[in-house]
């Protein structure tokens, strides 16, 4: 079954710095890479994704990169800011079974200094 | 998150009793799944339900689990004879297609 690996575990940056967290996945046949925002106490939120028919995709000060032939993808903040400190996860999944089963990595703990 | 109800948020079980846990989708939502977090880990998928069917229990324990969502009401999440194992964040998700997927704020289980 799909695997998915995230690096760093944590992460600390001056507010104004950029982010970079990165995921790799083992399943070649997913094809649908969402990372979700976790604040403590809280339900994760989906803050950007990507299919595998494109290699970058953004969002204002966020964006997301995929590389199918490495197998891995990469979440980018740019011009953090304190409220960007949170937990980050990366997930992968292949839609073809028509529903949506992620796998999620481990996490990566974000904090933002102002 | 805005729109995945789940309740309660946070419940405490002596071992051996029974949690129940409910979530109502977003409006127009009947797709559902659950996912469990364990304290400082990733979400693991437990079920993936449509109304009044399981599709995929692969990720949910053989013994003491087990997940319903009927054609009128929420989706249940039920752990019989609880252990301290079972404290966790227990999420819901919904999502219109199957595909595009919102989660509730989560249910906190502490066995004690």
């Known amino acids: 079954g799909e695997n998915v690996e995230q690096h760093p575990s944590t992460l600390s940056v001056q507010e104004g710095d950029s982010a970079v967290i990165k995921c790799t996945y083992s399943?070649?046949?997913?094809?649908?890479f969402p990372w979700y925002k976790q604040e403590l106490g809280k339900g994760p939120q989906l803050i950007i994704d990507i299919r595998s028919n494109v290699g970058e995709k953004k969002d204002q000060r966020i964006a997301v990169t995929l590389n199918k032939t490495a197998k891995h993808f990469s979440l980018h903040i740019t011009e953090t800011q304190p409220e960007d400190s949170a937990v980050y996860f990366c997930a992968a999944s292949g839609l073809g079974s028509g529903y949506n089963k992620l796998i999620f990595g481990a996490g990566t703990r974000l904090a933002v200094h102002p | 998150n805005a729109g995945v109800m789940q309740n309660p948020r946070h419940l405490v079980r002596r071992r051996g009793q029974e949690a129940r846990l409910r979530c109502s989708p977003m409006k127009g939502h009947s797709h559902v799944y659950w996912y469990r977090q364990l304290p400082e880990e990733g979400l693991k998928f437990m079920v993936y339900?449509?109304?009044?069917?399981?599709?995929?229990e692969s990720g949910m324990p053989k013994e003491r689990f087990s997940a319903e969502f009927p054609k009128e009401g929420p989706s249940i999440l039920r752990i019989q004879q609880v252990v301290r194992g079972d404290s966790a964040a227990y999420f819901c998700?919904?999502?219109?297609?199957?595909?595009?997927?919102?989660f509730g704020e989560g249910s906190w289980l502490t066995v004690v």
């Open positions: 998700a919904s999502s219109p297609d199957g595909k595009t997927i919102y």
């Open positions: 339900l449509q109304k009044e069917n399981i599709i995929d």
């Open positions: 399943d070649s046949a997913s094809n649908y």
